[in-house]
């Protein structure tokens, strides 16, 4: 069939395909075979025998190409319905994704994307020769393997250890793949064995602008990292909770940057007592570590885990009992995103089989479902949340206010800015021995179970900046609401701040400000609105009146603000007594 024409130089080879149409000519750089030429047009996927392995997905299964897309796409969505490990490899190394992106199969590779394919899984296999050592069989094997159940178009004698999907996929100049593994989470920076990121190999065209792309944003996002860290980012929705905040930040840190144990995934148990912030921290971890927030974040109510039976919902049912096929539903969903937040709420409630099955996937990273199917997590986060010790905590928490009110008055004495800051109060290594964790012992009855925790994070009451915070931002919440569905404005001044945090409950948290809010501004607002005393684009005042509450409190009312800046009292109509009901009912 012959050869382009032309010499080849040292650095260049060519390679007959089996398809005695197609003469194939590849340059070998940075010791790997990319497509250079192609008499033909010839060089798709479907008009050669390669393979599409299924091996890794199935024992022993693989397709041939020559058969439809649409065979092997139903084959592919057939197996991953029955369970199987979308990240399973072959025996020589390889995943399904990477022989997808090899092979151009765009619709399986978004399957297997869905399906929770890490595209930054790297390629065990390295050489022909250097596998065939290592495996201990003849390289004639691996090779005839390496061809038939992945691709053909690759040398024999360079090193693919290490290489992604994404690598691959940029070897075969598909910029349709890079982009799917690009929007999947693919790492454009990430290195093989040989040091080389996916652009290394990429010709000029769409598919290296789609790379350069993408390392560009991605070392915007690492500089603005450093500028602007994960704690400054999750103090903008999170008031207080500064060591919490730290704790947390700093862990994630160390797993970002590759200083953590990757045979095991992190664990944290969040303490303190119910609306204090710890369900939203672990939202905003998920909404930090992930894009999709609705994949990357799960969350597990344990009071739903309480009886032994209940543990069926939690891996799924074995085989003969019903819901087998549905799965669990913690693992049907850590098979979608394998790397997810996951946050165990309320988790002292749960039955302690359910602990006991946690404290494998906590110990081994892995999960072995009702299917008898194992699920790597590794790379997941655990959040588990209990209010165990929160009474403690709240007894301690006179003493821990006192410090925080010091702290805050000095903070103001000195810069405003800083009054916008969280208290930094420490707990006593005394008290966490002592008080703590005895009463978590109780609770899990286990000391492994604990040992296998890696960060165990305080949640401590509000002090009273905090709760300023706290009040002003509910009322920025009520006042948004007023102006985009009724166009009215919504003023308050400090006093009405001071007066509204003394509905603050140390043991139910920031809902007690929330509800407080809701009792004492919402409901004039709703009942002067019901009664049309509200002009329409008007400008509403909270103010404190010198009247006072039926609980003895200080009284808030609502004020018109003219044009004029004059103000007007708004003469809202309390609602029926229910004496006045029973007469009013009498008399008809």
Not at 65 to 77: A, G, K, P
Not at 190 to 215: I, V
Not at 231 to 256: D, M, Y
């Amino acid at each position: 069939t012959g050869v382009t024409s032309g010499r080849l130089s040292e650095t260049e080879e060519a390679v007959e395909c089996r398809d005695t149409r197609c003469v194939k000519c590849f340059k070998l750089e940075v010791s790997l075979v990319r497509t250079s030429k192609c008499r033909s047009s010839l060089l798709t996927v479907n008009t050669h025998t390669h393979s599409l392995s299924l091996l890794s997905l199935s024992l022993s299964l693989s397709l041939s190409l020559t058969h439809t897309r649409l065979l092997i796409l139903s084959v592919c969505l057939r197996l991953l319905a029955q369970g199987v490990d979308p990240n399973t490899r072959h025996r020589l190394g390889w995943t399904p994704l990477m022989v997808a992106a090899m092979n151009r199969q765009h619709n399986v590779v978004k399957v297997l994307l869905e399906a929770g394919a890490d595209p930054n899984l790297g390629d065990d296999f390295s050489s022909v020769y250097e596998t065939a050592r290592e495996k201990g069989v003849h390289s004639l094997e691996v090779l005839v393997s390496r061809e038939d159940e992945f691709s053909n178009r690759l040398s024999s004698r360079a090193s693919f250890r290490g290489c992604s999907a994404l690598h691959y996929a940029v070897l075969t100049d598909d910029p349709r793949t890079v982009r799917m593994l690009l929007d999947a989470g693919a790492n454009p920076l990430q290195k093989n064995e040989l040091g080389h990121t996916p652009l290394t190999y990429a010709k000029e065209g769409e598919t290296a602008t789609l790379l350069k792309e993408a390392q560009n944003t991605q070392k915007r996002e690492a500089e603005e990292r450093r500028k602007f860290p994960l704690e400054r980012r999750l103090k903008e929705h999170i008031i207080g909770q500064e060591g919490a905040i730290n704790t947390v930040a700093s862990a994630i840190r160390r797993k970002e940057n590759g200083w953590y144990d990757e045979e095991h995934p992190l664990v944290f148990l969040f303490l303190g007592s119910s609306g204090i912030g710890k369900t939203e921290l672990a939202k905003q971890v998920a909404r930090y570590m992930h894009k999709d927030i609705k994949k990357g974040f799960i969350r597990m109510d344990m009071s739903e885990f309480q009886e032994k039976h209940e543990v069926a919902k939690f891996i799924g049912s074995p085989p003969g009992y019903v819901g087998h096929e549905e799965g669990g539903q913690l693992t049907k969903q850590l098979k979608q995103c394998p790397n997810a937040v996951v946050l165990f709420d309320e988790v002292d409630k749960a039955h302690p089989d359910v602990l006991t099955i946690m404290l494998q996937l906590f110990d081994e990273g892995r999960l072995t479902d009702g299917k008898g199917k194992t699920i790597e997590c590794k790379d997941a986060i655990f959040i588990m949340t209990s209010n165990a010790a929160s009474d403690e905590i709240a007894q301690h928490a006179l003493q821990l206010r006192e410090e925080a009110q010091e702290q805050s008055r000095r903070r103001l004495a000195e810069n405003l800015e800083d009054v916008q800051k969280s208290e930094k109060i420490t707990i006593s290594s005394s008290f966490k021995e002592q008080v703590i964790r005895p009463i978590l012992k109780a609770h899990f009855r286990r000391d492994e179970f604990l040992g296998r925790i890696n960060e165990i994070v305080y949640f401590l009451p509000f002090c009273h900046s905090e709760l300023i915070q706290l009040v002003s931002r509910e009322l920025s919440y009520w006042a948004k609401k007023a102006k985009q569905r009724h166009n009215i404005t919504l003023l308050w001044e400090r006093p009405v701040l001071e007066l509204l945090v003394r509905g603050y409950n140390l043991h139910y948290g920031a809902r007690s400000i929330k509800h407080e809010v809701e009792r004492r501004v919402v409901n004039q607002l709703a009942a002067a609105y019901e009664q049309e005393l509200l002009p329409k684009g008007c400008t509403l005042r909270l103010v404190v009146d010198g009247g006072q509450e039926k609980d003895g409190a200080p009284a808030l009312r609502l004020e018109v603000v003219g044009e004029d800046r004059t103000t007007r009292k708004l003469d809202i109509r309390p609602p029926l007594n229910p004496e006045d009901v029973t007469h009013t009912h009498r008399h008809h």
